[in-house]
């Protein structure tokens, strides 16, 4: 066997060796001493808590926290948990910061022009054959193979303990509640029905009934036992492959054995006093978060005085959001396929050339603010996000989805694993508006292999070298400017935590032109709504909520938030 064969192979099998080592020996080395009273979590529903809580009382750190509460949301939050999907996570651990990229990738077989019909218009969205609802909507999964990443390189417990949790719930079922039942129901009459199979699988989850799901449970037995191996080849994979190839789906069993996470450098950025450790391309979070906080703080004798959320507070972050788009959607996309120049978007004489732009008294005419060196596809806003921190101090910030709520409405068959529908994250069209209203360029073209563009923005603070804040949320193209109004609330302002994430946020994307939009949770209206509009503003409702996690630590004592807007839930263990 030739010098690259070898190695191919090696490389190939790496999971199946470190499966075997951590199995016979999973215990890391011995824990420093406790640097905070209690470990926390902010988590999306009560059964991630209870999760959480098992992990932390054997012994297990914020890793293998984190990776229980993934495999866990993916049975009793099937939304926007999943193994049928992807994301990010931030990890700060024994000191040292780090960035897992376990985002899907288009299938092989992905073409340029998949989603574009004969006229040279893009297939609607409502079409089995389009980006969103049906077989072809899929990207290759990643959660999986994320998960055993993480836990491969800072976990203490053992693999097989972390999934059992996902397992009872599968097995015993869970009592449903009116939220995730009514949203089935929602989703179902607006987008699958007869387009797809989840009425086959989720048409039973009434509110207050035990939902079992014997198929996933299977599935879940399989990667206990076996790793990634247990989803990413042999019978599982083989399932989904040949559900795939007998509905014109895309993904064969040589994408899944191909699928690999990527460990990326963590962006960092200093603000206010804090490192700001966040998500690097291809998530486009991290960028615009740091340019939003500098350029609000190269603005901030425009913000003296100003009181927050009033007509000329939201007037003042309208305009710095406008050119924050502008730059995402020209220069973002996969760093594996295009250079992203992220030095020189976050140098502070740009920044500041950027922020001498903002127009003080008047909306900036939209046609003028393009992008400032020399708007891409944003995905839908049915994310997920969880944050955790241990006695130990370690931290992982965790945001991961199917894309919309219950991906692309695909059960892939006999594995009760929920699909994603990630391919609409891509540019379908160059200059064509999303569903969103966001023109695409070829920076976030379809390429095989290729990860789209992301706003997912798992971030933590740190202060003097430990962790201040662990924050995220769900919300598309609005997570990076909810995380972003959540961090000012909480600094800018001196809310407390609890206040900074129930406060009423805002967006502006650029494009619709002027158009500021609304959260059906704080709605703008009566007079605010008056003063927006006459100052030239549209509003407009962005038809959901966000849903914020967040953790902030005060010397040794961690508080962690829930978002009201969601059913998430804190925990604080010792």
Same mark, same amino acid.
């Given at each position: 066997?030739?010098? =690259?064969?070898?190695?191919?192979?090696?490389?190939?099998?790496?999971?199946?060796?470190?499966?075997?080592?951590?199995?016979?020996?999973?215990?890391?080395?011995?824990?420093?001493?406790?640097?905070?009273?209690?470990?926390?979590?902010?988590?999306?529903?009560?059964?991630?808590?209870?999760?959480?809580?098992?992990?932390?009382?054997?012994?297990?750190?914020?890793v293998?926290?984190?990776?229980?509460?993934?495999?866990?949301?993916?049975?009793?939050?099937?939304e926007?948990?999943?193994?049928?999907?992807?994301?990010?996570?931030?990890?700060?651990?024994?000191?040292?910061?780090?960035?897992?990229?376990?985002?899907?990738?288009?299938?092989?077989?992905?073409?340029?022009?998949?989603?574009?019909?004969?006229?040279?218009?893009?297939?609607?969205?409502?079409?089995?054959?389009?980006?969103v609802?049906?077989?072809?909507?899929?990207?290759?999964?990643?959660?999986?193979?994320?998960?055993?990443?993480?836990?491969?390189?800072?976990? =203490?417990?053992?693999?097989?303990?972390?999934?059992?949790?996902?397992?009872?719930?599968?097995?015993?079922?869970?009592?449903?509640?009116?939220?995730?039942?009514?949203?089935?129901?929602?989703?179902?009459?607006?987008?699958?029905?007869?387009?797809?199979?989840?009425?086959?699988?989720?048409?039973?989850?009434?509110?207050?009934?035990?939902?079992?799901?014997?198929?996933l449970?299977?599935?879940?037995?399989?990667?206990?036992?076996?790793?990634?191996?247990?989803?990413?080849?042999?019978?599982?994979a083989?399932?989904?492959?040949?559900?795939?190839?007998?509905?014109?789906?895309?993904?064969?069993?040589?994408?899944?054995?191909?699928?690999?996470?990527?460990?990326?450098?963590?962006?960092?950025?200093?603000?206010?006093g804090?490192?700001?450790?966040t998500?690097?391309?291809?998530?486009?979070?991290?960028?615009?978060?740091?340019?939003?906080?500098?350029? =609000?703080?190269?603005?901030?004798?425009?913000?003296?005085?100003?009181?927050?959320?009033?007509?000329?507070?939201?007037?003042?972050?309208?305009?710095?959001?406008?050119?924050?788009?502008?730059?995402?959607?020209?220069?973002?996309?996969?760093?594996?396929?295009?250079?992203?120049?992220?030095?020189?978007?976050?140098?502070?004489?740009?920044?500041?050339?950027?922020?001498?732009?903002?127009?003080?008294?008047?909306?900036?005419?939209?046609?003028?603010?393009?992008?400032?060196?020399?708007?891409?596809?944003?995905?839908?806003?049915?994310?997920?996000?969880?944050?955790?921190?241990?006695?130990?101090?370690?931290?992982?910030?965790?945001t991961?989805?199917?894309?919309?709520?219950?991906?692309?409405?695909?059960?892939?068959? =006999?594995?009760?694993?929920?699909?994603?529908?990630?391919?609409?994250?891509?540019?379908?069209?160059?200059?064509?508006?999303?569903?969103?209203?966001?023109?695409?360029?070829?920076?976030?073209?379809?390429?095989?292999?290729?990860?789209?563009?992301?706003?997912?923005?798992p971030?933590?603070?740190?202060?003097?070298?430990?962790?201040?804040?662990?924050?995220?949320?769900?919300?598309g193209?609005?997570?990076?400017?909810?995380?972003?109004?959540?961090?000012?609330?909480?600094?800018?302002?001196?809310?407390?935590?609890?206040?900074?994430?129930?406060?009423?946020?805002?967006?502006?994307?650029?494009?619709?032109?002027?158009?500021?939009?609304?959260?059906?949770?704080?709605?703008?209206?009566?007079?605010?709504a008056?003063?927006?509009?006459?100052?030239?503003?549209?509003?407009?409702?962005?038809?959901?909520?966000?849903?914020?996690q967040?953790?902030?630590?005060?010397?040794?004592?961690?508080?962690?938030?829930?978002?009201?807007?969601?059913?998430?839930?804190?925990?604080?263990?010792?």
């Amino acid at each position: 066997m030739c010098k =690259k064969s070898l190695l191919d192979w090696a490389r190939r099998c790496a999971w199946c060796v470190s499966f075997l080592i951590v199995s016979v020996n999973p215990a890391a080395s011995a824990s420093p001493r406790p640097q905070l009273a209690q470990s926390a979590v902010a988590v999306p529903d009560r059964f991630a808590a209870e999760t959480a809580n098992a992990i932390f009382a054997k012994g297990g750190n914020a890793v293998d926290a984190a990776v229980a509460i993934a495999f866990s949301l993916a049975v009793t939050y099937p939304e926007a948990g999943n193994l049928g999907g992807g994301g990010f996570m931030t990890i700060y651990h024994e000191g040292k910061p780090y960035f897992l990229d376990y985002r899907e990738r288009a299938p092989l077989k992905a073409t340029r022009d998949m989603f574009v019909d004969s006229n040279g218009q893009v297939i609607a969205a409502d079409n089995p054959a389009g980006s969103v609802v049906g077989y072809r909507a899929v990207g290759v999964p990643g959660t999986v193979a994320g998960m055993w990443e993480a836990h491969r390189r800072f976990g =203490k417990l053992k693999w097989a303990d972390l999934i059992e949790p996902a397992i009872r719930y599968a097995h015993a079922g869970f009592v449903v509640d009116e939220t995730l039942a009514n949203l089935a129901v929602t989703e179902n009459e607006k987008r699958f029905s007869g387009k797809t199979n989840f009425t086959d699988y989720f048409g039973k989850l009434h509110a207050g009934t035990r939902f079992k799901q014997p198929e996933l449970e299977r599935v879940l037995k399989r990667i206990a036992a076996q790793g990634p191996g247990g989803f990413y080849t042999g019978k599982t994979a083989k399932l989904i492959a040949a559900d795939m190839s007998a509905h014109g789906g895309l993904i064969s069993e040589a994408d899944l054995k191909g699928y690999e996470p990527i460990w990326r450098e963590p962006l960092q950025a200093y603000w206010n006093g804090f490192r700001i450790v966040t998500a690097p391309p291809p998530s486009s979070g991290g960028i615009a978060l740091v340019q939003l906080l500098k350029m =609000k703080e190269l603005r901030h004798e425009d913000f003296r005085g100003v009181p927050l959320n009033s007509v000329s507070y939201m007037h003042l972050i309208a305009e710095i959001e406008k050119r924050v788009f502008a730059d995402r959607a020209q220069y973002l996309g996969d760093p594996d396929f295009y250079k992203v120049p992220v030095e020189q978007l976050l140098d502070d004489k740009y920044l500041s050339g950027r922020a001498a732009q903002v127009n003080v008294s008047e909306p900036s005419d939209t046609n003028n603010v393009v992008a400032g060196l020399d708007i891409a596809s944003l995905e839908k806003p049915q994310t997920t996000h969880f944050s955790i921190v241990d006695k130990w101090g370690n931290a992982v910030s965790n945001t991961y989805s199917l894309n919309g709520f219950f991906g692309s409405g695909v059960v892939a068959s =006999k594995t009760g694993i929920l699909l994603n529908d990630v391919m609409d994250d891509f540019s379908a069209l160059a200059g064509v508006p999303n569903q969103l209203g966001v023109v695409g360029h070829d920076t976030n073209a379809i390429v095989p292999g290729k990860r789209p563009l992301s706003s997912m923005t798992p971030t933590i603070f740190l202060k003097d070298g430990k962790v201040a804040l662990v924050i995220g949320t769900p919300g598309g193209s609005r997570i990076f400017t909810s995380i972003f109004q959540v961090v000012s609330n909480t600094y800018d302002f001196q809310l407390p935590l609890k206040d900074a994430i129930s406060t009423m946020r805002f967006h502006h994307q650029l494009l619709p032109a002027n158009t500021i939009f609304w959260e059906p949770y704080a709605p703008i209206s009566g007079q605010l709504a008056t003063d927006l509009e006459a100052k030239g503003y549209n509003l407009a409702d962005q038809g959901f909520n966000g849903d914020v996690q967040a953790i902030k630590v005060e010397g040794r004592v961690p508080e962690p938030v829930s978002d009201p807007r969601g059913r998430g839930v804190t925990l604080l263990a010792k």
